[in-house]
Antibody, heavy 120, light 108 residues
């Protein structure tokens, strides 16, 4: 079955960096676009970034533009989110989500997420 | 950016009763709207897409209606497993993809 497993979260100081990973299994990875979505503690869902099935198209929310970079390694079936210049308001659970197809813009599978805590 | 507004923020319902959740878009999103259910500690689950199509495995007690700027998710007879937070999300005009703030359906 479809499985998405995030890793790479942890505690980081303000101004620091992290790289999150999302390992996928159970489907044809190269057919689908992927997104990163985050949820701050007790808050709602915030879309962050999208990467097309072949990695050629990427979109970002304003909150991450210039700081976050989405990428994918198709042979490794993994999607990444590189985050720089982190601030305390970046503290959240970060989830990867599989697009329903290549770039339709809604999600039929989500990972459980990885917690990022930005604190000194 | 399209702003999605959900109401009410919290809905108190008894098991077996129906629930109606609303979602409004700041501009037309046609029928490009999805609903998700999220339980504590779990990832969201897709319930409805294209405003009214049920996702695979979703019970018939969940139904979605609307188009343009006004949308509704109806749960016809709440089961214990339906108490959760529900989010709407537009995918008509993106980036960015945008979510509503959520409606918490709690037990009365």
């Amino acid at each position: 079955q479809v499985q998405l497993v995030e890793s790479g979260g942890g505690v980081v100081q303000p101004g620091g960096s992290l790289r999150l990973s999302c390992a996928a299994s159970g489907f044809t990875f190269t057919n689908y676009g992927f997104h990163w979505v985050r949820q701050a503690p007790g808050k709602g869902l915030e879309w962050l970034a999208f990467i097309q099935y072949d990695g050629t198209t990427k979109y970002y929310a304003d909150s991450g533009k210039g700081r976050f970079t989405i990428s994918r390694d198709n042979p490794k079936r993994t999607v990444y989110l590189e985050m720089n210049s982190l601030g305390t308001d970046d503290t959240a659970v970060y989830c990867c989500a599989k697009d329903i197809w290549q770039q339709l813009g809604y999600f039929n599978s989500w990972g459980q997420g990885t917690l990022v805590t930005v604190s000194s | 950016e399209i702003v999605m507004t959900q109401s009410p923020a919290t809905l108190s319902v008894s098991p077996g009763e129906g629930a109606t959740l609303s979602c409004r878009a700041s501009q037309s999103v046609n029928k490009n709207l999805a609903w998700y259910q999220q339980k504590p500690g779990q990832a969201p689950r897709l319930l409805i897409y294209d405003a009214s199509a049920r996702a695979t495995g979703i019970p018939a007690r969940f139904s979605g209606t609307g188009s343009g700027t006004e949308f509704t998710l109806t749960i016809s007879s709440l089961q214990s497993e339906d108490f959760a937070v529900y989010y709407c999300q537009q995918y008509d005009n993106w980036p960015p993809l945008t979510f509503g703030g959520g409606t918490k359906v709690e037990m009365k």
